[in-house]
């Protein structure tokens, strides 16, 4: 059962950058696809990006299209989530989330199987 640990999260300006990074245990990362979603105040946790072990091109929000990129390193058995021109509705808790099933990580969240206990990202104005 794999094991997911976040870090990197933090304070940020509008306009500047984080790079979040989950690191796995008991568990290969280049076996799941691979994802990180974001709960604000108040609001549903939402997918952000996720990368699939099968298929080349990762998903975004498009929210965060142009801005977010997703990509893993499966030699460190880590994925990563770099963030640019930070917008202060970007702020909330990052986590990371592995799953065998595209389909659960991109479309059923409930259905998820493996999380992280996220991260804090705030980004003021």
């Known amino acids: 059962q794999v094991q997911l640990v976040e870090s990197g999260g933090g304070l940020a300006q509008a306009g500047g950058s984080l790079r979040l990074s989950c690191v796995a245990s008991?568990?290969?990362?280049?076996?799941?696809?691979m994802g990180w979603f974001r709960q604000a105040p108040g609001k549903e946790r939402e997918l952000v990006a996720a990368?699939?072990?099968?298929?080349?091109?990762?998903h975004y929000a498009d929210s965060v299209k142009g801005r977010f990129t997703i990509s893993r390193d499966n030699a460190q058995n880590t994925v990563y989530l770099q963030m640019s021109s930070l917008k202060p509705e970007d702020t909330g808790i990052y986590y990371c989330a592995a799953d065998f099933e595209w389909r659960a990580l991109t479309s059923e969240v409930d259905r998820v199987d493996y999380w992280g206990q996220g991260t804090q990202v705030t980004v003021s104005s």
């Open positions: 990368s699939s072990w099968s298929v080349s091109n990762p």
């Open positions: 008991r568990g290969t990362v280049s076996r799941y696809h």
